[in-house]
């Protein structure tokens, strides 16, 4: 049985109807993160109504997974890699359900509860998972570990464009294993022991920093001024890597966004992928740059 995650732009085009119809037998993730950006304006409910209305009927097969931010502190908290079990959350998917229900009928305009509940929602995603400057503020702070971290010669390479793209990727696997430890330990608490073992069991947060790494990488080769960034386009490339986050745990994602799938593909072929195949990829890209292995 197929489980696809599918985000906001797919809902909002009407072509999930076509996927509904061709399988059958599939079930449908709703993240949190779509419904938040269906959110984000006045126009909540129209948006909403367009976009739900072809699981009307089938709302059986509909799942719902919470905010990322919410699955990466669970994870942290049980200090053990989150099963595709547990990135569905039930009284989500319950919530999503009905109201996919009540937005098909007539219910959804005078239904003064579904209102009130969707209007809570917003009031506390825009103080939240709405924040662009915080969006903006943490692929920021991906970018300067790297500054920080990477060999000047390799940080004028990535920005010359000269850097073969299985090479940035190999460089991201890396230093995301170095990265998601020491972010563990410092966003959670967790002991030396615990962040590690939880890193190398290829965890929600090791997949999160790892598409974090690699989206500062892209910054820094497309010219790395975080200043001259918009906050909103930041806060919607975040998004993006919401949904790739919560695929990667089903292996499928509806998505009409490039950058959406050239991110997911990515993150499952890292995945795949021994770190020892990363450090010699990197290792041999380092000697040809003249930069010793240490």
């Known amino acids: 049985m197929a489980i696809y995650v599918v985000d906001v732009n797919v809902l909002e085009s009407g072509l999930i109807g076509s996927t509904i119809d061709t399988d059958p037998h599939a079930k449908f993730v709703i993240a949190d ?3 938040v950006e269906m959110c984000k304006n006045q126009h909540w409910l129209t948006t909403m109504k367009l976009a739900l209305r ?3 009927g089938h709302q059986s097969r ?3 997974a919470p905010s990322v931010g919410e699955l990466l502190s669970t994870e942290a908290r049980l200090a053990l890699p ?3 079990d547990q990135v569905i959350s039930q009284p989500y998917t319950d919530f999503v359900r009905k109201l996919i229900t009540d937005l098909a009928s007539s219910r959804a305009d005078n239904d003064i509860d ?3 509940h969707i209007e809570n929602a917003r009031a506390r995603l825009n103080t939240a998972d709405l924040d662009a ?13 790297l500054k920080n971290r990477l060999p000047e010669k390799i940080l004028k390479t990535i920005r010359s464009r000269r850097v073969e793209m299985t090479d940035l990727l190999a460089l991201a696997h890396m230093m995301t294993h170095f990265i998601a430890p020491k972010s563990l330990q410092t966003d959670y608490r967790l002991s030396s022991d615990d962040a590690t073992e939880l890193s190398d069991s290829a965890s929600s947060n090791f997949r999160f920093d790892y598409l974090m790494v690699r989206h500062a990488l892209l910054a820094l080769r497309d ?3 975080i200043s001259t960034m918009k906050p909103t386009t930041e806060l919607n490339h975040q998004f993006d ?3 790739v986050l919560i695929a990667s745990h089903f292996g499928r994602i509806l998505s009409n966004d490039r950058r959406v799938n050239e991110a997911y593909g990515d993150l499952r072929s890292m995945l795949a992928t021994d770190l020892q195949a990363s450090a010699d990829l990197m290792q041999a890209w380092f000697v040809s740059e003249g930069i010793a292995p240490e």
Not at 133 to 145: D, F, M, Q
């Open 33 to 35: 993160a779509a419904i």
């Open 54 to 56: 072809a699981f009307d």
């Open 62 to 64: 509909v799942l719902a």
């Open 82 to 84: 989150l099963t595709p």
């Open 114 to 116: 579904l209102q009130k």
């Open 133 to 145: 400057e915080l969006a903006k503020s943490r692929t920021s702070r991906y970018v300067e570990i």
């Open 223 to 225: 010219g790395g001024d």
């Open 241 to 243: 890597q919401h949904y």
